[in-house]
């Protein structure tokens, strides 16, 4: 047999991610602050995009019904490729005739704002009756909502140091000072070695000690404390409530961690209505006096998609119009620079430019869309929830929704990530719908959530003299019809903080005693 070289003509598929088709991905996963920042950058890089004022593209709002959410058929050329993970086959650039259409990316959501939105016939003038003048006398306070919000930016370190200034004179004391300040955590603890501290700065350990208590009397109470007892104690002492018995009681936390409160009335020398009463003066006490000073600014959370209930009884799903970036291409402008154009280099460089423009404005109409009509699905699909409550929120995973709206899983995971929907109970996660389901005794399933319900629902029910055990709830909850063994009725009860049947059943004796 001769061997030796031969040509051979072979057809083969592979999966292609293209630059256009990652972004598209990336976006539909991103959330809406990160997609505004990621269309700020955009704008800024490229010059044939430009931000729209107004809504160019105002569909008609979404009921959740099937027909509305599963509907593939109309699903273009970009969805396939969210449902397939690749590029679709044959892909060419945008061509020209598509150059002059703007498209807003604001895509099938209802282009004004619902009544029931927060901002919804708020004008103008509704921020400021009395105009940009403000008060008649100029006694109003001209400072803009981010100034005010900016005012106070003082850290704790800042804090200690105006109260230092004042109460340490001697400069050696205040030399010691600057450097516990140092030692601060975020929480207003002290971190470190006071006799390193001692050693480094050629002082005696008594005279850190020393300053270390006066500056343990600045406010916030409870700062340069060593630990939780210490921070304790510092607040307590303020306060003038820092006797015996509570100290007892600060000397022996580990008693409250096991809430063994038998041996704490033994230890302290109180009744059961005394120990209350310190327990509850415990409880008022801050642990970290020095979070306040160094938080991060909290970011809202504003829904991706809005819901509310029609006249017929439906319920009308919309994307948030204020979430949704509103971008085109300025057609007109590439016209112009394109004719003056002269360099090929020149003219690749618009041509790019103009093709990644246009990509990104599809990308973004495709993700609205997308954001709309796995919405739709979940609320067509959780209609019991929302007329009735958590204990009839049904099992979901995500095959289920992709199944009906005709989508890969992991498109349907990008979209529910990090996206939040406005509902009459509440903003929910869309990640919050899918749950687990549990077995019924008659062959149904329940949602895990509605079960943690149902047991925290029992557990908050239940009287001093009548304590469920973890065994207990299950025989209770497989004569409701939920098949559930007693292991994962412990995992739930401890995901919900929720003590056991023998903790429960000495807080409540010493509640009633």
């Known amino acids: 047999m001769a061997i030796g070289p031969k040509l051979d003509l072979r057809q083969s598929q592979s999966l292609v991610m293209t630059p256009q088709l990652r972004q598209a991905i990336k976006l539909l996963q991103f959330s809406n602050m990160e997609v505004a920042q990621f269309v700020a950058e955009e704008l800024e890089r490229n010059p044939l995009l430009e931000q729209s004022e107004e809504p160019t593209y105002a569909p008609a709002e979404t009921e959740a019904a099937p027909a509305a959410a599963g509907d593939a058929a109309a699903a273009p050329e970009l969805d396939r490729a969210f449902a397939d993970g690749v590029a679709p086959d044959g892909e060419a650039p945008i061509e020209a005739d598509h150059y002059g259409n703007s498209y807003d990316a604001e895509g099938p ?29 100029f006694s109003g306070d001209d400072r803009t909502v981010e100034e005010l919000a900016g005012a106070d930016t003082r850290t704790l370190r800042d804090h200690i140091e105006e109260q230092l200034r004042v109460d340490i004179r001697e400069p050696a004391d205040r030399l010691i000072a600057r450097h516990l300040i140092l030692m601060l955590n975020p929480a207003g603890w002290l971190e470190g070695d006071i006799g390193a501290l001692a050693d480094r700065l050629g002082a005696t350990r008594e005279r850190v000690e020393g300053v270390l208590r006066r500056m343990q009397e600045f406010d916030p109470p409870g700062v340069f404390a060593r630990g ?13 409530r820092l006797d015996p018995a509570m100290q007892a009681l600060l000397d022996n936390l580990e008693l409250l961690a096991r809430r063994d409160m038998v041996r704490l009335r033994q230890v302290c020398g109180v009744d059961a209505e005394d120990l209350a009463d310190m327990l509850a003066e415990i409880k008022r006490l801050n642990p970290k006096p020095g979070a306040k000073f160094e938080t991060a600014p909290t970011v809202p959370v504003i829904p991706d998609v809005l819901m509310r209930l029609g006249s017929d009884g439906s319920w009308i799903v919309e994307l948030n119009p ?27 460089f618009l041509s790019e430019r103009l093709q990644t423009a246009n990509w990104l404005v599809k990308s973004l109409h495709q993700r609205a869309t997308t954001i709309l009509r796995v919405s739709s699905e979940i609320v067509r699909q959780q209609d019991a929830f929302f007329h009735r409550g958590v204990e009839h929120l049904r099992p979901l995973i995500l095959r289920d929704i992709a199944l009906a709206v005709d989508m890969h899983e992991s498109t349907v995971s990008r979209v529910t990530s990090n996206k939040y929907i406005e509902t009459p109970r509440g903003i929910l996660e869309l990640k919050y719908f899918f749950t687990t389901a549990i077995a019924g005794t008659m062959g149904e399933s329940h949602s895990a959530e509605s079960v943690r319900h149902r047991i925290k629902t029992m557990i908050d029910a239940e009287s001093p003299d009548a304590i469920l055990s973890d065994d207990q709830i299950v025989a209770t909850l497989k004569s409701e019809g939920i098949d559930i063994a007693r292991r994962t009725v412990a995992k739930y009860r401890e995901a919900l903080r929720i003590p056991s049947s023998v903790q429960r059943r000495r807080e409540k004796a010493m509640q009633a005693g």
């Open 322 to 348: 204020e979430t949704l970036p509103r971008v085109l291409v300025n057609t007109s402008y590439f016209s112009v620079v394109s004719k003056r154009a002269r360099s090929k280099e020149d003219k690749a």
């Open 228 to 240: 939780l007892k210490e921070c304790l104690a510092i607040q307590l002492r303020d306060k003038n």
């Open 109 to 137: 959501g209802d282009g004004a704002a619902s009544p029931d939105t927060p901002t919804a016939g708020l004008s103008a003038t509704d921020w400021g009756a009395s105009g940009s003048g403000g008060r008649s006398d």
